[in-house]
């Protein structure tokens, strides 16, 4: 890993938890890329997702205070996060995600 980004979290900020059929799930912000490049926020119940499907995809209120991301080594710029494939938001320099 090269970089850890953070940004604090407006009032009223929206996470999405998904739940993949496999058993996987993720609490993400809605702008968060999959390793394919599609906004989380896009996705919907019944759309493919690192391998498995997504059987639950809701919006809820986050309570923490920041959002992270991290920026790995390598030329991909994607990592996995509680077992799913994902696209880093940052860029090196940075410094700060992008929700």
Aim: a negative charge.
């Amino acid at each position: 890993m090269i970089e850890i980004g953070s940004m604090p979290v407006p009032a009223g900020h929206m996470m999405v938890h998904l739940v993949l059929a496999d058993g996987r799930e993720l609490l993400v912000s809605p702008g968060h890329r999959t390793a394919d490049g599609r906004p989380i926020g896009t996705l919907e119940r019944g759309d493919s997702l690192d391998g498995s499907t997504i059987t639950r995809w809701d919006l809820i209120p986050y309570v923490g205070e920041w959002t992270y991301d991290l920026l790995p080594a390598g030329a991909t710029g994607r990592y996995w996060a509680n077992g799913i494939l994902l696209s880093s938001t940052l860029t090196s320099g940075l410094g700060a995600s992008v929700r």
